[in-house]
C-alpha cells in the first residue's frame, strides 16, 4: 500500500492521479477509487502505477443512467448557472441559489452532476465524498454552488448537462435542478 500510494503521488500523469481519489486496504485486496472507473483507466492504472492481482477498481464509468428530477424554481426559491454556456474544458461550473422568500432554507454539500447523450441522461462521474453537513440561507439571500467537471478524467463533449442540488425548504427536501450547456 505504501508502494502504491508513493508511486501514485510521485506520477507525472497528472490525470491518472487526479482520477484516483481514493485507495485503501480491504482483507487480500487494494481497492483503489476512481472519478471514472473504465478498462481503459484501470490499464493506465496498471500500466503507469502497478500491476498486482490485488487490486480492485471502485467508482463509476459515465454510463449509469440518471433519473433524478428537478426545478429551477420552487416557490421564491431558484437556482441558476451563473452563465449558461462555459467550455468543454472548464474545471468547474459555478450556480447561484437564491432565496427570495421570507423563510430560512438549507443544504448541504453534496451535488449531481448529468449529461445527455442520445435522449437519455446519464451521470455525470464527479465528487462522490462530501461532508456531512447543514448550512443555512438566511431570506433574501444568495450563495454560489462550485461542481467540478474534471476535464481531464472525463473529456466532456459538448452538449446539454445539469446540475442538482438538494435544498430543504419549509422542512421538506426537495430537489433543484439547473441546466447549462457546455460548448468548444
Known amino acids: ?3 502504491l500510494r508513493k508511486r501514485l503521488y510521485t506520477t507525472t500523469d497528472i490525470p491518472l ?3 484516483a481519489v481514493g485507495n485503501g486496504r480491504e482483507s487480500h485486496t487494494l481497492r ?9 483507466w484501470q490499464k493506465r492504472f496498471r500500466e503507469q502505477i502497478m ?5 480492485r477498481f471502485d ?26 454556456v ?10 447561484i441559489l437564491y432565496n427570495q422568500s421570507e423563510d430560512t432554507i438549507s443544504y448541504g454539500a453534496a451535488y449531481y452532476l448529468a449529461y445527455e447523450k442520445g435522449g437519455q441522461w446519464y451521470y455525470l462521474p464527479t465528487d462522490r465524498v462530501f461532508n456531512l453537513l447543514k448550512i443555512s440561507l438566511l431570506p ?13 478524467v472525463n473529456e466532456n463533449q459538448p452538449g446539454r448537462y445539469r446540475f442538482f442540488k438538494e435544498v430543504e425548504i419549509n422542512g421538506r427536501e426537495e430537489m433543484m435542478m439547473a441546466e447549462f450547456s457546455l460548448h468548444k
Open 59 to 84: 467508482g463509476p464509468d459515465g454510463q449509469e443512467p440518471c433519473d433524478l428530477d428537478g426545478a429551477a424554481q420552487i416557490g421564491d426559491v431558484h437556482l441558476v448557472p451563473q452563465q449558461n
Open 51 to 55: 500491476d498486482s492481482p490485488a487490486l
Open 140 to 152: 433574501n439571500g444568495q450563495t454560489i454552488f462550485n461542481a467540478n467537471l474534471y476535464p481531464e
Open 17 to 19: 492521479r487526479i482520477n
Open 1 to 3: 500500500m505504501e508502494e
Open 86 to 95: 462555459f467550455p468543454t474544458s472548464s474545471q468547474e461550473v459555478n450556480f
Open 32 to 40: 483503489i477509487d476512481l472519478i471514472r472507473n473504465t478498462p481503459e
